[in-house]
């Protein structure tokens, strides 16, 4: 066990910065401090980065620290703590670590036994769901869907037994092929699309997934979805028609049957049992 009191030690520490989703007076007199007095800045894009800093007049020394270069960045970051120095990571908005670079970078400062402290701020995940008019609590965050069609629709086949209200991120060219599958797997729940958050063109979109699909394609911007948690005691038949494929692809790839099975049962939420009879029931035909 590791147990860090953030306020009652002396050792060098990490600061997670929240930043601005759009509107730049949400950022918070402590997060500004902080920037000012860390000894180095990890920035996701140091070019809008340095837009910020420059706004709020903090002339700390800005290092780069992205998804392509985290490994070794984070080594760098490490050792700048291993110095004495203090760090605070910020994202390009919104959280660091919340479909954003800094989970690689969190696990080897705290394995190394330094401080990782938060600074709160500006969320899209949960203005978009206190203002989409669905239940608040529980929540689940997904953030984005994998881009192939298969990988996500067996996501999606995993998602739709939950009761929780499911928020998802998607890009603005996608929202529409997203809430097709969504509509296919989960069937037509409520759901709210926020889009430009804290922005002038700030936009809620209330209404079920049909409604929402009218009218996606000619969205822009930042997009947040929220979709309505499944209220049926009883889900319809599940298709299996894709199972015995993504079976198949499992051993293709050198696992056994019973571990393609089970794996296929955790992606898709189909019970092992039913993946089972169904496979070796096409296999015998």
């Known amino acids: 066990m590791r147990r860090q009191k953030s306020f009652d030690n002396d050792r060098p520490t990490c600061y997670l910065v929240a930043t601005p989703i759009g509107n730049l007076n949400e950022m918070t007199p402590r997060a500004i401090e902080i920037l000012k007095q860390v000894d180095v800045i990890a920035a996701e894009d140091t070019r809008n980065t340095m837009k910020l800093l420059t706004h709020f007049q903090i002339e700390t020394r800005m290092i780069s620290h992205h998804e ?7 080594n760098g970051i490490v050792q700048m703590l291993e110095n004495g120095q203090n760090v605070a990571l910020v994202s390009d908005a919104g959280y660091p670590l919340i479909s954003d670079p800094g989970e690689h970078l969190v696990k080897k400062i705290v394995e190394a ?3 990782v402290v938060p600074i709160s701020g500006s969320s899209a995940v949960l203005d978009a769901l206190v203002a989409s008019g669905l239940s608040p609590q529980p929540f689940l965050f997904f953030g984005f869907l994998p881009v192939s069609d298969k990988e996500c629709r067996a996501q999606l086949n995993q998602l739709k037994a939950y009761p929780y209200t499911v928020i998802f991120y998607e890009a603005p060219h996608r929202i529409q092929k997203t ?19 804290t922005k ?30 499944n209220k049926d005691e009883h889900l319809p038949d599940v298709d299996l028609s894709e199972v015995n494929e993504m079976i198949t692809s499992y051993i293709s790839n050198g696992i056994s049957a019973s571990q393609a099975i089970r794996k296929v049962s955790e992606e898709t939420g189909i019970s092992k049992n039913e993946i089972y ?4 029931q096409k296999g015998q035909s």
């Not at 969504?182 to 699309?193: S, Y």
């Not at 911007?221 to 309505?228: A, P, S």
């Open 179 to 197: 809430l097709k599958k969504i509509h296919e797997v989960f069937g037509d729940r409520n759901a709210c699309i926020a889009r430009e958050l």
């Open 68 to 74: 392509h270069n985290e490994t070794q960045s984070a």
């Open 200 to 229: 002038r063109h700030e936009e809620f979109l209330r209404g079920t997934l049909s409604e929402l699909i009218e009218v996606a394609d000619e969205l822009k911007g930042e997009i947040v979805l929220v979709v309505e948690g």
């Open 277 to 280: 009879s169904h496979f070796h």
């Open 113 to 115: 036994g330094f401080n």
